[in-house]
C-alpha cells in the first residue's frame, strides 16, 4: 500500500530581475514527478545536484511552495487548497545533509531533540527530559549528554542526534537528504547501518535521497532516478542497477568507481562507450528542451521516460 | 549593474519622501511656526489664530506639507527668526564648511585606517598589532568632544600652533593662496581630532578582515602558485579586504558629516553642526528644521553613494 | 621496469604546536612516486594525509617539518620560502579539495591562471598569458574558454571551477601533481568527468600524481600504489591490486569492508568502533590502532610496530594482521590463522 503519493508535483521557482525586481522567469525545480512510497520500503531518489531532489523531499515536508500536483499521505491530501488541511507533519520528518550545520549550535541537545516535542505536545519538564534520554538511548548516545552542545561530538554522533530529533514524535516516513555526504565512509557506514537498524525496530518508511550510487544500492528496495526536474527511470534496485534502460541511468550507474582495481580498464572503456552513447543518442531520450519524456511501465515494476512512437 | 543601479535609485524615492515627511511632522510639532517664521509666539492667542488663517496653516496637513515641500524643493526654507535671514543664505556658507571639514577628515582616516588595518592584520598578535588595537580601543572608550577639547586646549591655546576658532582668517582675499592655506590651518585640527577618533572603525574592520581573509583556501591557492608573499598580501588579501571598505565610503561620510556637532561647536567652527546647536539653544527652528532635513539628505545619499560604489567593485553584484 | 624515481620522501615527521608542546600529525612517514605513477594516500578524516601534501608543497606556516623530501633529488625541506616559489606552481602544484572556495571570488578565471604563469615565465607577454590560459581551458574540458576567461569564479558550477584548478595546476607542466580531495565535493558523473581528465593529462605530461581521498572506490579507479594512513603512520603500502585483493593490515582491511558494494548484496556494513584520536591524544608508544579492534587479545599486539615487507614491494605495520578477524566472522577459522602464523 502506498503510504506516500506524490502525483505530478511541480515546484516551480520564481527569478525576479528587471528593474522592478518582477519575476521575469522560473526555475522549473520539479517539474511533473509521480511516484509512490509504500510502507515500510526504503525508495531512494538519485540524480546529480540540481535534479530537485531536496526540492521533492521539502515538498513532502511542507517547506515548498507546491506550484501543482498533490500529494498524499495515507489518502489524505497534503496540499489540498479547499476543507480543512491535515496536519500531518508529526508522522512526516527530515534529516538533513550537513550534520555540521543542521543543528544549531548554540541550543543544547536536550532542546533540539525536544524541539518538536514541544510543537506538538504539551509535557512537563521532567517528562520531557525522560523523553529525550530516551530517544538518545535509542539512537546509541548517552542519555547524561542531554546539557551538552553539538560542536562536542563527531560527525556520526551529530547525524545521530538528528535522527533522534527526527523520531521523537513516533513518525512513519522519515525522508533523509544525503544523510552521508558529508562524512568519512567509516562513519557512513555507522549510520547507514543504524538507519537500518531503527527502520525494523519502529517499522519506519524511508524515502532517502542521495547521489551516491552505492550507498542507494545498499539501502533501497527501489529507486527513482531524476533528471532536471523528471524521473527518467523507476524500479526495483536490481533492475536499476543490471537492467537500466534510460541512457541517463546507464551513465550514473557507469559512473560509479568500480573497487576492484582489475577491471579498471575494462570499466574505463565501458564509460567511455556509454558516453558516447549518451551524446549519440541524446535526443532518443530527451525531447527538444533536454528534458526527459514521461515514465512509461516496462514490467510491472519498471517504468522508463521514453518518447511516444509510431 | 545598471539594473541594480536604477533599482536602488527607484527605492531611494519613498526613502526621501518618507524622511521629509518625518522632518515635517516634527517641525509641525515645535512651537510657533517652524516653515515660515511669520508667527510671533508672543502674540495674542486672536491675533495668533489670525495670522495662522492667513498663512494658510490652518490647512490640512497635506496642503501644507505640498507648499513646503515645493519651496525647500526650490531651495526656500524660510527665514531664521533669530537672524532675520532666508535659511538658505545662512546655511550655505556652513553647508561648504562643513563639507570641507567631512571631505578632510574622510581623507585622515583612510590615510591614517588603512596602514594601520592592515599592519595590524598582516602581523596579527605581533606586538604592532598589539598596540594598534590598544589604541582603537581606546579610541572607542573616548568620545569624541572630550578628546576633541585636549586636542585645541594643548594644540590650539597651550602651543598655539593652530587658530582656536573660525574657518579662515579675517581679511585674506577669497581664493587666493593664503586664503586656502589659511583655510587648511584652520581645518586641520578639528579634522584631525575627528580622524584620530573616527578611525578605529575602520582599523577594526580591515584588520578583522584581512584575518579573516588570511584563512581562506584561495590563499592557499595563491602559495601553492609560487607567489611570494609580497604579492599574496597585495594582490590577494589586501585588494580582497579594502574592497568592502572603498564601499563603506558613502557611509562614513554621512556619519562624518552628523557627527561633526561637537566638533564643530568646540572648535569654533562654523559649520551646520554648529549651526545646529546654536540655532537650538535660541529656538531658531525653521533652521533647525533645514539642518535635520539636510542632513537626513545626507544619510540617504550616503547609503546610495555606498551601494552604487559596492556594486562597481564587487563583481557578483556587477555581472546581475 | 619501474619509471623513474621522481618524489622520494625519506622520514617525513610534521608537528604542530598544542599548548606549548609539539605533536607529530605526520609521524616518520616514507614514500616514494615515481614518473606517470599514481600514488593513493587514504585513511580517515584526520589520519594526516593533507598534513603530509601540505608538508610537500612546503604550504605549513606554522608546522614543524623533519626528514628529506627530495623531488628529483632536491631536497625541499632545506630550501627556503622563496626556493620554494620557483618549485610551487612550477615542478609541483596541487589541486584542492572545495572548488567553491579555493579560487579567488572578486578575479577574473583568465587572471587567476594568468598569474601562474606569470610568476613561472617572466617572459611571456600578456597577450601569450591570455592565450594560452585560453588553451588550458580548452585542454581541461571548458566549453567556451574565450567566454569562460573573463568570467568570475561565481558564474561557474562546482565542476566547471574544479577544472579552472586543474587548468591552474597544470599550467607548467608540473611534474609532481598533488591532489587533495578532487573530487570529494563534486557528484557521481562529474566526478567521473575529473577523474578521467586526470589520468590523461598525467599521461599526457607523464607527472606523478599523489592522490589523496577517503573515498577507496576513486582509488580502485586511478591508483598504482597506495599507501594507507592512520594516526600519522603508514599501514600498509604496496600496489593497487595488492591493496584491494589481498589486503593485510587491520585497518585496511576494516576500511573495505565499510565501504558498500555495488556488486553484491550486503546485509551490514563493518563499523570501524570509535574514531581516530585527536593529535593530542595519538597513543604515541606502542600500537595506535589496537583501541578500535578492542576485541583483539591484548597479547596479539607488538609494543613497537614497525613497517615489515610481508611479500615482494607490500609493506604491513606490525604482525598482528596474521591473526586478526572481524567480530563477526567465525573464530574458528582465525584459530587456524594463528595457527599456521
Ligand atoms: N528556494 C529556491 N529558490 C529558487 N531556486 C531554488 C530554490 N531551491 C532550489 N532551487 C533551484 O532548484 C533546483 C533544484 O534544487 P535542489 O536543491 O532540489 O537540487 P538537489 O537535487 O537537491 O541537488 P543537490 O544534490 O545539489 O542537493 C536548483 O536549480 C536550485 O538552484
Ligand atoms: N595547522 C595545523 N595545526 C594543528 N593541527 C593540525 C594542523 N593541520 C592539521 N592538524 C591536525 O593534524 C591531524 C591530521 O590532519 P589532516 O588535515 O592531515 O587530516 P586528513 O587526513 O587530511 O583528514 P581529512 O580527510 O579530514 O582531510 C588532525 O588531527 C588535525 O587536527
Ligand atoms: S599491534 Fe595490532 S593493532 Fe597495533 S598496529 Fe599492529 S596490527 Fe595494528
Ligand atoms: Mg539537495
Ligand atoms: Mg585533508
Redesign the pocket.
Known amino acids: 500500500m502506498a503510504l506516500l503519493k506524490v502525483d505530478d508535483l511541480k515546484i516551480h521557482f520564481p527569478i525576479h530581475g528587471g528593474i522592478l525586481n518582477r519575476k521575469i522567469d522560473e526555475v522549473k525545480a520539479v517539474d511533473g514527478v509521480s511516484f509512490e512510497v509504500r510502507e515500510g520500503e526504503t525508495y531512494g531518489l538519485v540524480g546529480e545536484s540540481g535534479s530537485g531532489k531536496t526540492t521533492t523531499g521539502k515538498a513532502v515536508m511542507g517547506l515548498n511552495n507546491i506550484t501543482d500536483g498533490d500529494i498524499y499521505f495515507e489518502d489524505s491530501h497534503l496540499n489540498a487548497k479547499k476543507g480543512k488541511k491535515i496536519d500531518v507533519r508529526n508522522d512526516i520528518q527530515m534529516i538533513f545533509q550537513d550534520p555540521y550545520s543542521s543543528l544549531n549550535p548554540r541550543k543544547r541537545v536536550i532542546d533540539i531533540v525536544a524541539e518538536p516535542i514541544r510543537n506538538y505536545e504539551k509535557l512537563s519538564k521532567d517528562d520531557e527530559k525522560k523523553r529525550v534520554q530516551e530517544l538518545l538511548e535509542r539512537v546509541g548516545i548517552s542519555s547524561d549528554s542531554i546539557m551538552k552542545y553539538p560542536h562536542e561530538f563527531s560527525g556520526g554522533q551529530r547525524q545521530r542526534i538528528g535522527v533522534a530529533r527526527a523520531i521523537a514524535l513516533n513518525p512513519k516516513l522519515i525522508i533523509a537528504d544525503e544523510p552521508v555526504s558529508a562524512l568519512?565512509v567509516s562513519v557512513q557506514a555507522q549510520v547507514l547501518n543504524f538507519l537500518q537498524d531503527i527502520q525494523k525496530e519502529m517499522d519506519l518508511t524511508l524515502f532517502f535521497i542521495a547521489h551516491d550510487l552505492g550507498v542507494i544500492k545498499h539501502m533501497c528496495d527501489r529507486i527513482g532516478i531524476m533528471y532536471q526536474g523528471r524521473l527518467v527511470e523507476e524500479g526495483l534496485t536490481e533492475e536499476i542497477f543490471n537492467n537500466p534502460q534510460h541512457i541517463y541511468t546507464k551513465r550514473l550507474v557507469a559512473a560509479i568507481p568500480d573497487v576492484d582495481p582489475r577491471n579498471r580498464e575494462k570499466h574505463r572503456e565501458f564509460r567511455s562507450q556509454i558516453k558516447e552513447e549518451y551524446q549519440q543518442s541524446f535526443y532518443d531520450y530527451f525531447n527538444e528542451e533536454g528534458l526527459a519524456f514521461n515514465l512509461k511501465q516496462i514490467t510491472d515494476t519498471h517504468k522508463v521516460a521514453l518518447p511516444e512512437r509510431g | 549593474m545598471w539594473k541594480f543601479i536604477v533599482r536602488r535609485l527607484i527605492i531611494t524615492l519613498p526613502q526621501l519622501l518618507l524622511m521629509s515627511l518625518l522632518v515635517f511632522f516634527m517641525a509641525s510639532l515645535m512651537p510657533g511656526d517652524a516653515f515660515t517664521s511669520q508667527v510671533d509666539p508672543s502674540l495674542s492667542p486672536e491675533a495668533i489664530e489670525e495670522q495662522r488663517e492667513r498663512l494658510g496653516l490652518n490647512d490640512p496637513w497635506y496642503q501644507q506639507y505640498g507648499r513646503w515641500i515645493s519651496n525647500v524643493a526650490e531651495g526656500d526654507f524660510g527665514t531664521s527668526t533669530a537672524h532675520y535671514r532666508p535659511v538658505t543664505d545662512l546655511i550655505w556658507e556652513r553647508m561648504i564648511n562643513t563639507i570641507w571639514l567631512s571631505l578632510l577628515s574622510v581623507i585622515f582616516i583612510y590615510a591614517i585606517g588603512i596602514p594601520l588595518g592592515i599592519i595590524s592584520g598582516r602581523w596579527n598578535d605581533r606586538l604592532v598589532d598589539q598596540i594598534i588595537t590598544g589604541y582603537t580601543y581606546l579610541g572607542f572608550a573616548t568620545p569624541i568632544f572630550i578628546f576633541a577639547l585636549v586636542v585645541l586646549f594643548f594644540f590650539g591655546f597651550t602651543l598655539g600652533w593652530f587658530p582656536t576658532g573660525g574657518s579662515v582668517a579675517s581679511g585674506l582675499e577669497p581664493g587666493s593662496f593664503e586664503y586656502i592655506m589659511s583655510k587648511l590651518h584652520h581645518l586641520l585640527l578639528p579634522a584631525l581630532s575627528i580622524a584620530l577618533i573616527g578611525v578605529v572603525g575602520t582599523v577594526q574592520y580591515l584588520r578583522s578582515e584581512i584575518i579573516d581573509t588570511k584563512q581562506k583556501d584561495f590563499i592557499v591557492t595563491a602559495r601553492a602558485k609560487g607567489a611570494p608573499e609580497s604579492r599574496v598580501y597585495n594582490r590577494h588579501i589586501f585588494r580582497n579586504s579594502v574592497l568592502p571598505i572603498a564601499a563603506f565610503f558613502g557611509y562614513e561620510i554621512t556619519m562624518l558629516i552628523t557627527g561633526s556637532v561637537f566638533v564643530e561647536q568646540i572648535f569654533s567652527y562654523p559649520g551646520m553642526g554648529n549651526l545646529f546647536i546654536e540655532s537650538i539653544l535660541i529656538r531658531d527652528f525653521p533652521v533647525v528644521t533645514a539642518v535635520v532635513l539636510l542632513f537626513g539628505l545626507a544619510a540617504i545619499l550616503g547609503a546610495l553613494l555606498s551601494d552604487i560604489i559596492l556594486s562597481i567593485v564587487d563583481p557578483r553584484i556587477r555581472i546581475k | 621496469m619501474l619509471n623513474q624515481e621522481l618524489l622520494k620522501i625519506n622520514n617525513l615527521s610534521t608537528s604542530?604546536q598544542?599548548d606549548e608542546e609539539y605533536y607529530a600529525?605526520v609521524d616518520d612517514v616514507s614514500l616514494t612516486v615515481r614518473e606517470n605513477e599514481v600514488l593513493a594516500i587514504v585513511?580517515e578524516?584526520?589520519?594526516?594525509?593533507?598534513?603530509?601534501a601540505f608538508s610537500i608543497m612546503g604550504l605549513?606556516n606554522?608546522?614543524k617539518i623533519e626528514g628529506e623530501i627530495l623531488l628529483q633529488g632536491q631536497d625541499l625541506a632545506k630550501l627556503s620560502t622563496s626556493e620554494m616559489n620557483k618549485i610551487r606552481g612550477k615542478d609541483m602544484s596541487m589541486i584542492f579539495q572545495d572548488p567553491l572556495t579555493a579560487l579567488n571570488p572578486l578575479m577574473e578565471i583568465g587572471v587567476q591562471i594568468g598569474e601562474v604563469l606569470l610568476l613561472h615565465n617572466k617572459n611571456m607577454s600578456k597577450t601569450e598569458r591570455r592565450n594560452y590560459a585560453i588553451e588550458l581551458l580548452g585542454r581541461v574540458g571548458i566549453p567556451r574558454p574565450e567566454r569562460t576567461i573573463d568570467q568570475f569564479p561565481h558564474e561557474l558550477s562546482g565542476g566547471m571551477r574544479q577544472r579552472v584548478i586543474i587548468a591552474i595546476a597544470i599550467a607548467n607542466q608540473p611534474k609532481l601533481l598533488i591532489a587533495d580531495?578532487p573530487t570529494t565535493a563534486l557528484d557521481v558523473t562529474i566526478q567521473a568527468q575529473i577523474l578521467d581528465l586526470m589520468q590523461e593529462l598525467k599521461d599526457d605530461l607523464n607527472s606523478g600524481v599523489i592522490l589523496?581521498t577517503?573515498d577507496l572506490g576513486v582509488v580502485a579507479e586511478m591508483a598504482d600504489r597506495v599507501a594507507v594512513m592512520y594516526a600519522g603512520q603508514i599501514v600498509e603500502e604496496s600496489d593497487v591490486e595488492s591493496i584491494f585483493v589481498n589486503p593485510q593490515h587491520p585497518y585496511t582491511r576494516s576500511l573495505l569492508s565499510s565501504i558498500p558494494a555495488t556488486d553484491y548484496a550486503q546485509d551490514r556494513l563493518h563499523v570501524i568502533q570509535g574514531i581516530v584520536p585527536?593529535?593530542k591524544h595519538l597513543p604515541r608508544t606502542g600500537c595506535r590502532f589496537k583501541e578500535r579492534i578492542p576485541w583483539i587479545d591484548d597479547d596479539a599486539h607488538e609494543d613497537h610496530p614497525v613497517l615489515h615487507e610481508v611479500s615482494e614491494d607490500h609493506f604491513v605495520r606490525c604482525t598482528c594482521y596474521q591473526h586478526f578477524y572481524f567480530p563477526d566472522e567465525n573464530k574458528e577459522d582465525q584459530a587456524n590463522g594463528v595457527t599456521e602464523g
Do not use: P, V, Y
Open positions: 568519512d | 604542530f598544542i600529525a585513511g578524516s584526520g589520519s594526516g594525509k593533507s598534513a603530509t605549513h606554522r608546522g580531495e589523496i577517503h585527536s593529535l
